[in-house]
T-cell receptor, first 116, second 113 residues
Framework: SAVISQKPSRDICQRGTSLTIQCQVD?????MFWYRQQPGQSLTLIAT?????????ESGFVIDKFPISRPNLTFSTLTVSNMSPEDSSIYLC?????????????FGAGSRLTVL | AQKVTQAQTEISVVEKEDVTLDCVYE???????LFWYKQPPSGELVFLIR??????QNEISGRYSWNFQKSTSSFNFTITASQVVDSAVYFC??????????FGPGTRLSVLP
């Protein structure tokens, strides 16, 4: 199975700053997904990133706040801009792996951000 | 509308007890997939099982078993002889057409020694 590497694994950030999270997959994938998990909550999809096109954002998430890059089929970044304490969450990169109808949404280890 | 409900917010059991985590889903699609994921305190999400809507056979994997009942739109997960290492948050999820995933709110399981 593919390996998904995310960094940083955790960070403590100051209000008003921005942080970029990197996601590297060891195989080529068409779509990469970015999720947010607020403390004690479930996963919420932020956006879907396709290589060569702009990311598609879910309701409640905007590009100015969460710009995403997808320069190639194995890499993506998510930036959390102008952070506030409400942005303290785990941010998870994920891809769908598998074949022959056996797709599985597979996650990186997550990036745990704390905003002071 | 598509939705996944996990009515149990938190469950505590004593080691070696059996425990069942409930999952009820809503969708109008006839083709869909159901998943269970485990999220231990470390935070990473671990895939446990994937089941398609046309396969209602129950499945057993070691101490884990899953009961899929289309008639009640449920996909329940049972851990037999629970262990402390089973302590985690468990998420049920629904995949629809186009790799559109919907996650339930999660059930936090605490297994006490």
């Amino acid at each position: 199975s593919a390996v998904i590497s995310q960094k940083p694994s955790r960070d403590i950030c100051q209000r008003g700053t921005s942080l970029t999270i990197q996601c590297q997959v060891d195989s080529q994938v068409t779509m990469m997904f970015w999720y947010r998990q607020q403390p004690g909550q479930s996963l919420t999809l932020i956006a879907t990133a396709n290589q060569g096109s702009e990311a598609t954002y879910e309701s409640g998430f905007v590009i100015d706040k969460f710009p995403i890059s997808r320069p190639n089929l194995t890499f993506s970044t998510l930036t959390v801009s102008n952070m506030s304490p409400e942005d303290s969450s785990i941010y998870l990169c994920s891809v769908v792996l598998g074949g022959s109808g056996a797709n599985v949404l597979t996650f990186g280890a997550g990036s745990r951000l704390t905003v002071l | 509308a598509q939705k996944v409900t996990q009515a149990q917010t938190e469950i505590s059991v004593v080691e070696k007890e059996d425990v069942t985590l409930d999952c009820v889903y809503e969708t109008r699609d006839t083709t869909y997939y159901l998943f269970w994921y485990k999220q231990p305190p470390s935070g990473e999400l671990v895939f446990l099982i994937r089941r398609n809507s046309f396969d209602e056979q129950n499945e057993i994997s070691g101490r884990y078993s899953w009961n899929f009942q289309k008639s009640t739109s449920s996909f329940n997960f049972t851990i037999t002889a629970s262990q402390v290492v089973d302590s985690a948050v468990y998420f049920c999820a629904l995949e629809l057409y186009g790799q559109n995933f919907v996650f339930g709110p999660g059930t936090r399981l605490s297994v006490l020694p």
